[in-house]
């Protein structure tokens, strides 16, 4: 059966870019009200299947409807010109896409839709009209239904005559007489002052139309009376405003509003060009991306098939002499934890041959040869994520060396802003043939399963094939961005040392930990009894709805914060609140408390391995843009050590080996001698080369004060702008900070900029850099693209600015402890000594010690990590050492 659906595009994609958030392409484009467009657009199609389409728009500001009211939607603010520029590039992509697009000088997309309708109507066709604008309900009828978008651009509500019916007790019709009583502010329509749309309702229900309220005033009385009378020709007018037009001449036939599908072939070079890679990948248009100058197409490369081997017993005497020209593999698990990963199997490529090797047969004695190989670390081998690799075989018994190149970290050096980009992903910036996304072919979460072997190996050899045809691309990027050497001595030696890390874990004292949950438990009990005794009543202390209750309303507590189901009961309003009752405050340590005894309590339990009565976190190398490492499995980078009940959590890690200690150490104030070599500002220079307190110096230098004059006021006040100019701080947020005046924060950055004239002259010389390159880097040539750099978008632009500032600062402090752990792996091993790397957290490097090294370590770490990198000033380490990870702090 024919269905048409009518979109109106100016409504939709003016909602499209007030929901989504900012997305930006590289070009320094704006593209989110066009993506916002696109998924709803793409969501209509996969769900309703039409045979026709039109998306209608305005064709200017001036409308026939200016002609008797001039101030036809004169209160609407500006377009901003992050939407408005959004506009030509929607209109072209519908172009691409293949769906017909409609807009007629002097008439709105209201009046093509409503014309459109009618006619389609008369025919006895069906029609869905998309829009956000209730005026289109007048639009509905028996074979007419308006998808009314009440919420972003997915929240949608069908509405026929029905359920007008049901809701407003209407006709469609009658929406027209809704509108002319009530107005709507939003297209400057008066309306009568005063009624909304409850007491338009109730006229229409006694009345039924503009026309017959304003001829039964005699029924009514007061002020409704005498405003209905004062302002009946707006009524009138209003009505007329809001009725759609549905005459308008069209040029258009039923054969121009044919839709019978997405074009892929123009599709794909679309979507490529405004880098929506995830509606290439879903609707795999992939293929269809243009292919980079010079080389095979990607639908050429499709065609070349590959020679894939499914191994069985009686093909591995031909893989193993096919090995040493083998260098790509693909290690296929499953599961988001490698620790815990069950390996499926391996894809292992040649230029010539590609292989797929199901997990058992690997296990296999036949398979012996192999697993050599696959721990031959002079066997060199690329693969996506060989750290997950490593882990993965080494919880089943197989050790992994010679990982030479990982194209998931080297995409990830290349564009640090594109977070753990899939095999997908790079097949599509590579111009690659695609590979079958892995939900296609394991389905996900519960409905998970391993496909028969044929499809499983071609899709796990294709993945290694894959890896292939990375590599070289990417070699070649890495010397043209200068990061070959970041890649090849510093990410990837780390890879493996983080690996060596993981398996090691660090020994979790369990009767311990769960002695602290016995002692949280009592604390966290006491504080709920008084809690309740403070509010004069028991209630649900984890429900935000019942909290906001007790405090705003019982306690009458000032209001800070409201969301759309209610009072806002989050940490920043109670920290607000906590100076006006004691009930605030318990609440606070109540939830700190709280999240100790589930989070690192109650979670660390569970993630003790029965196996070693260990923890093994799992680091990732490709998730900060700044070049940091974050932890999970569990994440022991976040443990509170503000606290005292949070630092008591470290007690429970301890050596695993009798006679052992945990050893320690810090990096002091890393990121602001980092600051201070790079910017050569004399001052701060000064302070590190003669071990100064450098907050003292600070509040020395921009109070005008000796030493001894420096109270613990100024040296907080010193410290708090420190570390925030590292940051690109606000006076807004040095305000915030300090709980003082935001004039007064303002004041002091600028003293601090007087005194250290070269972080002043840094910052603006960072900025004019990163507009001329589009991106910063730190001092060991690491990246970072900053596309919104020049963007005419205030927030946008000043975000850009200030992480231009603080990239090169904090992105090469995290090189020089990733360093600091390469140079630490390399002295231990070439002294041989048994100490081992367990942890790293933020700053901090974390050993097990045996007491016949720890005063060799305890000297060895420090200089080693003083010495990570050549600085202008000197690189401080502090060292400790203890039974425990606590007492080593």
Known sequence: MEKLILIDGNNIIYRAFFAMPPLTNTA????????????????????????????????????????????????????????????????????ELGVPQFEIASYEADDIIGTISRQADEAGRQVMIVSGDKDMLQLASEHTTVALIRKGVTDIELYGPEQIREKYNLTPLQIIDLKGLMGDASDNIPGVPGVGEKTALKLLHQFGSVEAVLAGTGELKGKMKEKLEAHADDAVMSKKLATIYREVPLEHSWEDMVFSEIKADTAGPAFAKLEFRSLLERLSLSAYAPAVAGEETEAELEAAALDITIVGTAELDELIAALPGISALHVESNGDNPHRAEVIGLGLSSPERHYFVPFALLQTPEAAKLREWLGDEKAPKSGYDLHRADLALHWQGIAFAGAANDVQLAAYLLDPTEANQNLNDLNAKYGLPRLSADEEIFSKGAKYKIPDLEVLGNHVARKSATVLGIVQKQEQELIETAMTGLFVDLEMPLSRILADMEKQGIAVNKEELKELGKELEEQISKLVTGIYETCGVEFNLNSPKQLGEILFVKLGLPVVKKTKTGYSTDAEVLEKLAPYHDAVR?????????????????GLLKEISPQTGKVHTFYRQTIAATGRLSSQFPNLQNIPIRLEEGRKIRKVFVPSEPGWSILAADYSQIELRVLAHISDDENLKEAFLNDMDIHTKTAMDVFGVSSEQVDSNMRRSAKAVNFGIVYGISDYGLSQNLNIPRKEAARFIEQYFEVFKGVRRYMDDIVLEARKNGYVTTMLERRRYLPEINAKNFNLRSFAERTAMNTPIQGTAADIIKLAMVHMDKALFERGLKSRMLLQVHDELVFEVPGDELELMKKLLPEVMEGALALSVPLKAEVSFGSNWYEAK
């Open 28 to 95: 320094g484009q704006q593209t989110n009200a066009v993506y916002g467009f696109t998924t709803m657009l793409l969501r209509l199609i996969e769900e309703h299947k039409p045979t026709h389409m039109i998306v209608a728009f305005d064709a200017g500001k001036v409308t026939f409807r200016h002609e008797g009211y001039q101030e036809y939607k004169g209160g609407r603010e500006k377009t901003p010109p992050e939407l408005s520029e959004q506009f030509p590039m929607l209109k072209e992509l519908l172009r």
């Open 586 to 602: 318990l609440i606070l340590q109540y939830r700190t408390l709280a999240k100790l005894q589930s989070t690192y309590v109650e």
